[in-house]
């Protein structure tokens, strides 16, 4: 929550969520202690230990955000302000030049606030009587049906009139005036109702109390009006490239104080389920109401541990997951801990894996705290396999919510134990039952925040003299890699501790660390250099920290830092035999020779209008793809790695990162839903390509060098929660667990596919087929034709998951069957496309090719010796080069620097490899390289036609006569129809995108 007014200052929420917990919570009478604890004063910061090492960097999507910028403390996000009634003054009549003002604050003018480049939070302000225009209230014959807490009145935001009116009033402003695709919107809190635009339930309770409203009425409303706003966001169409509905933030909470009894309590997650992000303003009380929150992906688990589904869609898909730190001693709280309970408040929202935190210089404590701050914001946004640091704060502490919600139950209710962030403790025999600490806090900010015990406590009378902690194996996924282990401990007594760990050599012994009888809390650095953490200690887990003597140890926060940043996935060590595949097949075969098409023309012109934005035959309907008619590049997003395989064999279940089940297909000897299929296991760590999570095509290639085979999947998995869940690509791992489609080509071989088979690839080819490797480019020539991805190829068939047999050629197998064109003129899958020998630029004048990069020329060349085959959908016009994950070229600085046309000595960055310069300095030059000019002008995208093309399309490639069928693009023999039809082979790709990078544009 946000605080109220002060001077200068432009004020955010109020209590609202403290002020309903005081009044569900009023008279409970608080919990005998169950031991006779110290009542501690506040912590002093000197006590801990924030620091990381320099290699960390805030993550992207992630930060402090507040009223007004305050660049000194890193709040770099400011808020936008609008009430209805200021924008829309009149029905159908919008202004930019109207200012407003609610709650003694001034909201300038639509031009005024958005002017600038500094990025911006959004509120819209839609439910007060003093907010909705009076035109809606008069049309919609409505009146206010409660008072907020700020005395604000406000209407039934429930009524189907007013939501209607509403409704078009965000799409106005966040569809048609853009501000949804402004990059300088980091997300925008829905659905602007009630105090403060905070979506919490009193002004429902007051309708209900007054019999106006019921749960049916307005849980229909409320799904109803959760899925207009996302289809607003997503731009009410169904390509996924342009969805920002996870800059929705829902600022209702789980367990709401709400007149629906069990009915409401998880409209939150509701919301997040829907595709939205999500707020608390709950967690300054960092004990209350906040052990169970669904929408957040966490539960409170059976041993009263908070568990986290790293799998749950608000991560996954990248989303705002926010809260407010700032009522300490503001929004009616006071206490005489601050340091304590805004650490604590800012453990919990780090625990919900929080990305943003809105913060006020003042009374968030900043400048008292700035090492703790620093530590917070460069914590945000972290994922286990990129974060710096795991830790787990040692307590018990009670949840008083739980007093009166049965919701959900576990043994110690409402005790919780610990605070943990990839890093748990664990009870474990025979030497490892701790105790609850000696440091008791208790109604820290308000009583409902209860009592807590900080930190616990060895029991050596009873032989339990050690803690257990296991690391999360997403955090930890080195071979063996040197670790920081920071202990808070009570310095009292004078023997000593030792931390034990899984070492490479079996268990290590640290330094012990020597008490000195201080009696304070102290802060000690053990140093490990050879940590494996392999759960090889007792009960699976990674290390122990035991006192060596008869005297009890305490200790409150553990943190496991790494030393360097998490290591990354090596290139492979292995060079692929050139040339790839037979002589005779499609991707050998030279295009210098060939005749263009007669509807050469027609087809460049088709796909020329809707890279400039025309949406005309493209299924699905409505799609509007982002003009970008530059040739690109895929080298990391949606390319290809390649990693060895090793000894033994991997089953791998074929699921997608959607959870569905596919068939392998016929050429796996087992073709059950499903599967599973047996593939060679990998060498070592793979990783499939990015970007990190379920928007992932996750496409990864494993070489068999002995058998010359190329093992290719789409949606590969390597790390997941169960059987088809998925954490989705871009992860590392050293297992393939599963994918959602398989398939293996001899790598000399015709690569293409027989008839009708589908492969990782929708269109059927090789995931190694006309893909650029370094192998290419340290033999002076690429003397092989290229992948070449288009924006929707055809598909005519009035059954698009049967494609007609003239809608794919060779070296495809099928089309698309989910993302397609069904203009006559589209190009088709296996079309072969050939560079024209004299270049235009996007200014219309002749290209000067001496002007681009000698690898650049080595490129274009190849498109006019070899052409480019089309073989999958994007939503640009590219071609494809290996993941820099994977990708060696051992060049050295002068030779690289030749290659991307740099001065000599130019110094090589350390941060990117030589692989990656190269193919930056070609996506740079394709951006001088359209298909067609003009490319940009004021034509109709409809009806633009262009001067000169770049592209034309040329004869099919030849097919080897071993692979002829009848029709060479006809069906198959009955047999293989028989077999992939009744597999599913075609329609399980029906659903499947590949998006050309952003990046590149």
Known sequence: MTSSPQPDVRSGHGETRHHL????????????????????????????????????????GSGFFSEELAPSYHLDVRAVDFTWRQLEPSRGTFSTTTADAVYGMTFPSWDEQLSGSDPFWLRLWISGTEW??????????????????????????????????????????????????????????????????????????AAVQDGLLDFPTFSSWFHGAIADLVAIMNGENSNPDDDSAGKLVYTGEDYPFGPFGSQDDLLA???????????????ELSNFHLSDVPAYGTRVGSDGHMVTDAAWPLFAEHRVAATENECFVDCGFSTTEPYYAVKMANLKALQLRMNWVYAVPGPSFMAAYPELWEWVRLSLGKRA????????????????????????????????????????????????????????????????????????????????????????DDFWHDAEAAAQIKVTYLDTGTGQWQVSYAAAAG?????????????????????????????????????????????????????????????????????LPLPLFAADSAWRQRADAASPLPASDAQILTTYRILRGDTTGLFPPGVALTPWP?????????????????????????????????????????????????????????????????????????FDASAATEYDFWQATTVRDGPCQSRGGGLPGTALLAAGAADFFAIHGRGANPDTYSSARATGPPLLAGLIVPEDIASGAIAHALALAIPRPRNLSADPSA?????????????????????????????????????????????????????????????????????DNADGFGIYAEDIASAPLNLSDDELNALIGAPAGTPIPPEKTRWQLAMEALSADFERIPLAYPWEDAQDPATAVYQAANFEVVQPATVPPEDAVPGSGAAATTLAVALVLGAGATRRRGSRVLRAPRCRR
């Open 21 to 60: 917990a005081l009044r569900a919570l009023s008279g409970l009478a608080m919990l005998l202690a169950l031991a006779t604890p110290v009542v501690a004063a506040d912590h002093a910061p000197g006590e801990d230990d924030w620091s990381l090492p320099a290699w960390v960097q805030p993550s992207a």
């Open 132 to 205: 909705a225009p009076q035109w809606v209230q008069t049309e919609c014959g409505l009146s206010a049906v409660g008072t907020g807490y700020e005395n604000d009145d406000h209407l039934p935001i429930w009524s189907s009139c007013f939501w209607e009116h509403a409704r078009a009033f965000y799409r106005e402003v966040l569809l048609v005036r853009g501000l949804r695709a402004d990059p300088r919107l980091t997300f925008v809190y829905v659905p602007g109702a009630f105090t403060w635009c905070e979506f919490d339930f009193d002004i429902i309770s």
């Open 269 to 283: 997650r509701d919301a997040v389920v829907a595709g939205m992000g999500i707020r608390t303003g709950l967690t």
């Open 385 to 472: 396999a990129d974060a710096p640091d795991a830790w787990v704060a040692l307590r018990e502490a009670e949840d008083r919510y739980w007093l009166e919600d049965a919701a959900i139950d576990w043994p110690t209710r409402p005790w919780v134990s610990n605070v943990e962030r990839w890093l748990v403790q664990r009870e474990v025999g025979p030497d490892g039952a701790t105790q609850r600490g000696s440091e008791m806090h208790t109604g820290i900010l308000a009583g409902e925040n209860g009592t807590a015990y900080e930190g616990r406590a060895t029991a050596v009378g009873s032989g339990n003299r050690c803690f257990y902690f296991d690391l999360d």
């Open 507 to 575: 268990i290590g012994l640290a330094t012990p660390v020597a008490r000195t009888d201080t009696g304070a809390w102290r802060t000690a650095t053990v140093e490990v250099a050879d940590a494996l953490f392999d759960d090889s200690l007792a009960s699976s887990t990674d290390f122990r920290i035991c006192t060596l003597d008869d005297e009890d140890l305490q200790m409150r926060f553990v943190r496991v830092v790494r030393v360097a940043p998490p290591a990354p996935v090596p290139p492979r060590s292995f060079s």
């Open 630 to 702: 530059f040739m690109t590049l895929n080298f990391d997003d949606y390319s290809i790695p390649i990693f060895a395989t090793g000894d033994g064999t991997s089953e791998v279940s074929i699921c997608n990162y959607d959870g569905e089940l596919s068939w392998p297909g016929p050429k796996w000897p087992n073709n059950e839903l499903g599967g599973p299929i047996t593939v060679p296991a990998p060498a070592g760590t793979i990783l499939p390509a990015s970007p990190e999570g379920r928007e992932s095509d996750g496409h990864l290639v494993l």
């Open 803 to 871: 494609p007609l047999a003239t809608d794919y050629f060779y070296p495809a197998s099928t089309t698309e069957t989910g993302w397609y064109n069904t203009n006559p003129s589209a190009l088709a899958a296996g079309q072969r496309l050939r560079l024209r020998p004299t270049l235009v630029g996007a200014a219309g004048a002749p290209l000067d090719e001496s002007s681009l990069a000698p690898i650049t020329r080595m490129v274009l060349a190849a498109l006019r010796d070899f052409g480019a085959y089309v073989v």
